[in-house]
């Protein structure tokens, strides 16, 4: 079975630092990896997609993942931190669940908080 | 833009009673989901459904059935409400079932059952 571990429930970094929210993954085959940022009293939002070709993936609002086949791992970067980056950040794996469809399994988040 | 609206924001209902949550998707998307979001377990996938007046089971349907009569909307149901159904529910669509594409969320319901 698929599963996604995010080891960090929560992450702290200085705005104008880099930042990085770690994921691992475990599928069946090739993996399609996706993060999702979930703002305060708000739903997802998708944030960038790993489905093959180049290891750095480049998404919105700045951010970017790198995709480690050997790791097993898709973190996600950013170069400069903002305060209003911070909000819950999910790492969520692809796998095919029967009925002819594929289904997400999330991480369980990490809170991402930056300090002024 | 895409567009995935749900009914209510806030819903408080009490222990033994029917409710209902509805979503909407303005994108003619074919795929519909449901997850319920609790703090330190991540989302878990409820029901989903492929095409209209199809539903398949997720992870976590016990206490809960779903209704597709229309493609742009999917309904949850809570047959009778318990306290450990408090949560916050969240409604997704996907253009297609290809593995691929993404899915869009709507602004999630926050359920409380007394």
């Known amino acids: 079975a698929q599963s996604v571990a995010q080891p960090e429930d929560q992450v702290n970094v200085a705005e104008g630092n880099p930042l990085t929210v770690k994921c691992t993954y475990s599928v069946s085959g090739n993996p399609y990896l996706f993060w999702y940022v979930q703002y305060p009293n708000r739903g997802l939002q998708f944030l960038l997609k790993y489905i093959t070709g180049d290891n750095l993936v480049k998404g919105s609002y700045g951010f970017e993942a790198e995709f480690n086949k050997s790791q097993t791992s898709f973190h996600l970067k950013k170069p400069s931190a903002l305060v209003s980056d911070s909000a819950l950040y999910f790492c969520a794996v692809s796998a095919y669940s029967g009925a002819g469809s594929y289904q997400l399994t999330f991480g369980k988040g990490t809170k991402l908080s930056v300090i002024p | 833009d895409v567009k995935v609206t749900q009914s209510s924001r806030y819903l408080v209902k009490r222990t033994g009673e029917k409710v209902f949550l509805e979503c909407v998707q303005d994108m003619d998307h074919e795929n519909m989901f449901w997850y319920r979001q609790d703090p330190g377990l991540g989302l878990r996938l409820i029901y989903f459904s492929y095409d209209v007046k199809m539903k398949e089971k997720g992870d976590i349907p016990e206490g809960y059935s779903v209704s597709r009569e229309k493609k742009e909307r999917f309904s949850l149901i809570l047959e009778s409400a318990s306290t450990n159904q408090t949560s916050m529910y969240l409604c997704?669509?996907?253009?297609?079932?290809?593995?691929?594409?993404?899915?869009?969320f709507g602004p999630g319901t926050r359920l409380t059952v007394t």
């Open positions: 997704a669509s996907r253009y297609t079932p290809d593995r691929a594409y993404e899915q869009y």
